[in-house]
């Protein structure tokens, strides 16, 4: 097998020194030679972006450190999917475009250098302007595309669109595998259009307050293996979506086939994340045997009036979650990211169906123990038009915490819910089953339904029942069925029921 060390091509260990080309050098050398692996040594050194390719493994040696610049001059625009859209932007730290057989591994570390990058994202959030001689680059590029013009990407105006820190893009037969990945601009770890992908024990940091600092963002891609890997980030830590709005259609590459098991989350807005950028489609997915401490969301599902398409076939498994805001929300309102133009996005009534509607179906939970839990158990809410279908909640408990703390909102729906300690919500549901579940609220109900129809309730019991305390809340309710041990000896304070559908 060829063998390419970056020092051979004049890499130093010295971060002084710019060893750009270099380590690039190595790589079109081993390119030219048919393929091989480029060997980073123990050391740091310091690089702009690096562009991968085919039939290629980059291998980081224990204690090689790859340090990126963050001078944004040297990062040259490419067409590349930022954000749900298929635009132009800076290009990413290590980029693999239209790549096959194409690995990273090794026990290294990649490191981002992000600061600089997240200090102009958080002055532009400030109402601040930016501009510099790349983003009016950026700006001609896309000077014909302004489709997200109209909603909340506050970089979009100033044109500063900030690059993941590895992208594939348009990639088959891709490994990552052994290496630590951190403190990215922007996303750490985004895979676009790529198929047949293994990523196995990686570690994914960013502090806490990285604006988008996502884990890894599986997006258009079919066929993922993500196993024995950690993350501990500023947002969300595995994250499915499939471009966005009309640009996402016009794509039409769902998300499909991805698995995640054996991985610990700890931190970040959500654990396992589907959506919002959904627009082409998510579908058959499992997560299983992951531990989730301290996310805000465990498994969070998100969409609204302009994504359409779909997200279903959805297992989730063997999850052990704790100190979590909520453990389970899908959302079919999100009021992120709707063209603020619109009212009617996110008015309450019923509006009709259209390529625009987004169907959520199919989700399937089991063995699910979530504990010291702070806002709600659960928070389910389709659309009037559209609801949620088909969800099973099985062999499964969750508990919230005992004390008062501070609740927040469940998920973000056209208005604002806060919860503090309690029980499941369900609003525009059909077809819901909850068989042997167990929860515990610091106050309310187990349960509370609104505008729902085909619900089944076996074994569905609240743990801390006081006397004459409900345990379902039901309000505009069409077929409920009830069975089990807690009913049968408390049925007439477990229901609570309002106006009928």
């Known amino acids: 097998m060829v063998f390419h060390n970056i020092t051979s091509y004049g890499a130093k260990s010295d971060i002084a020194i710019d060893s750009t080309d270099a380590i690039q050098t190595a790589i079109d050398a081993c390119e030219n030679e048919g393929g091989g692996t480029v060997f980073v040594p123990s050391g740091r050194f310091l690089t702009g972006p690096i562009a991968l390719k085919s039939n290629l493994t980059l291998h980081l040696e224990k204690g090689a450190i790859l340090l990126f610049t963050d001078d944004f001059e040297k990062y040259p625009v490419v067409k590349t999917r930022w954000s749900g859209y298929v635009c132009h932007a800076f290009m990413p730290l290590i980029f693999a475009d239209h790549v096959e057989n194409t690995s990273i591994t090794g026990e290294g570390v ?31 590029a896309n000077r014909n595309f302004t489709e997200p013009a109209d909603t909340n990407l506050v ?19 891709v490994t990552i595998s052994g290496v630590t990945v951190k403190n990215s601009p922007f996303w750490n770890t985004h895979l676009v259009f790529c198929q047949d992908v293994s990523i196995h024990n990686v570690t994914f940091l960013n502090p806490s307050n990285t604006p988008n600092g996502d884990g890894l963002d599986i997006d258009s891609c079919e066929n993922v293996r993500i196993s024995d890997c950690h993350f501990d980030v500023g947002d969300d830590c595995v994250v499915l979506k499939s471009g966005i709005n009309e640009d996402g259609r016009r794509y039409n590459v769902p998300t499909k086939n991805i698995v995640v098991t054996n991985c610990t989350m700890q931190h970040g807005h959500g654990g396992v994340v589907l959506g919002s950028e959904s627009s082409g489609g998510i579908e058959n997915i499992t997560v299983s045997n992951c531990v989730f401490d301290g996310t805000d969301r465990g498994i969070r599902i998100k969409t609204n009036r ?35 133009s619109n009212p009617e996005l996110l008015d309450a009534k019923a509006i009709p169906v259209t390529e625009k509607t987004p169907v959520v179906e199919n989700i399937y939970l089991t063995q699910v123990i979530a504990k ?22 099985s062999h499964s408990s969750f508990e919230m915490n005992g004390a008062k703390v501070d609740g927040g909102e469940p998920d973000m729906v056209r208005e604002e819910i806060y919860m503090e300690g309690e029980g499941i919500f369900a609003k525009y549901v059909e077809d819901l089953r909850l068989h042997d579940v167990q929860i515990q609220t610091r106050i309310g109900p187990a349960l509370i339904l609104k505008e729902s129809k085909d619900i089944a309730l076996e074994q569905f019991e609240l743990k801390n029942k006081q006397k004459d305390a409900h345990v379902v809340d039901a ?6 069925y009830i069975e089990g041990r807690q009913y049968e000896t408390e049925k007439n304070s477990y229901l609570k029921e309002g106006e009928r559908a």
């Open 155 to 173: 970089e979009w105006p100033s044109q500063f669109l900030r690059p993941p820190l590895v992208q594939f893009y348009h990639a088959k037969h």
């Open 475 to 480: 309000e505009a309710v069409k077929s409920l």
């Open 110 to 140: 990649i490191d981002g250098q992000g600061m600089s990058w997240w200090k102009i994202n958080r002055a532009l959030r400030e109402g601040k302007s930016y501009s510099s001689n790349k983003t009016e680059v950026i700006r001609e």
């Open 372 to 393: 010291n839990c702070r806002a709600a158990a659960g928070f389910i809410y389709g659309l009037p038009e559209m609801p949620i279908k088909e969800v099973r909640i």
């Open 306 to 340: 302009e994504r359409g398409s779909y997200i279903r076939n959805l297992l989730v498994s063997n999850i052990y979650m704790e100190n979590v805001l909520c453990p389970l929300a899908i959302n079919s309102f999100y009021r992120h990211g709707v063209s603020k």
